[in-house]
């Protein structure tokens, strides 16, 4: 069975400064991870995902994010954030034939 | 192409009582999964239908259960509700579903559910 930790409930960073939002996964087998962005009062937008190949995997609206095999971890990162990137960062494992399992999620505020 | 649909967007029911709640895919998508959102556990997967066929299943109670119609629409039920079932409930479609995990799941906007 696979698990996520997302190492931080809330990440506040000013506008137009870098962020990075973490994400532990662990895994007895090989698996397939997303990065979901959630707005207020909305669903779930799928930001990029990880399936195999080059392990920085490039989003939309300017994320990106590496897989790294050795420290079973998915961190996603921005160089530059905006105020419209507030909204809550969902990180999400699964494997070939098994459910998606979510972690706990991560708000981004942003200062202005 | 319409998006994930999900009906009501904002129930109250009261304790003991059952509620449905329903989805329509983006059109040509064949699965449908579901899926909890609590402030304390977060997100959580329910189940996956494909061609009307439960093909997985979370860890919830017997009291939640889902179908899916010829249509691909689906209909989630919560029987005997209980505080704790308040949540945000969340519908997603993909084209062949969550054994395929190069498919994009496409998110509803989700129905708010109030167990009072």
């Known amino acids: 069975a696979q698990s996520v930790t997302q190492l931080d409930s809330q990440v506040p960073v000013f506008e137009e400064a870098p962020v990075e939002l973490r994400c532990n996964y662990s895994?007895?087998?090989?698996?397939?991870l997303f990065w979901y962005v959630q707005y207020p009062n909305q669903g779930l937008q799928l930001l990029l995902k990880?399936?195999?190949?080059?392990?920085l995997v490039k989003g939309i609206n300017g994320f990106e994010a590496e897989f790294n095999k050795s420290q079973t971890s998915f961190h996603l990162r921005k160089p530059s954030v905006h105020i419209s990137d507030t909204a809550e960062y969902f990180c999400a494992v699964t494997a070939r034939d098994d459910k998606i399992i979510f972690g706990k999620g991560t708000r981004l505020h942003i200062l202005p | 192409k319409a998006g994930v649909t999900q009906t009501p967007r904002y129930l109250i029911k009261t304790r003991g009582q059952q509620v449905t709640l329903s989805c329509s895919p983006i059109?040509?998508?064949?699965?449908v999964s579901w899926y909890q959102q609590t402030p304390g556990q977060g997100l959580q997967f329910l189940f996956e239908?494909?061609?009307?066929?439960?093909?997985n299943k979370g860890n919830f109670p017997g009291r939640f259960s889902g179908r899916q119609f010829s249509n691909s629409r689906s209909e989630m039920n919560v029987s005997t509700l209980e505080l704790g079932d308040s949540a945000l409930y969340l519908c997603a479609s993909s084209p062949e579903g969550l054994q395929n995990p190069g498919n994009t799941i496409y998110f509803g906007e989700g129905s708010w559910l109030t167990v009072v």
């Open positions: 895994s007895s087998v090989s698996v397939y």
């Open positions: 990880y399936l195999s190949g080059s392990t």
């Open positions: 059109s040509g998508h064949r699965s």
């Open positions: 239908y494909f061609s009307e066929t439960q093909r």
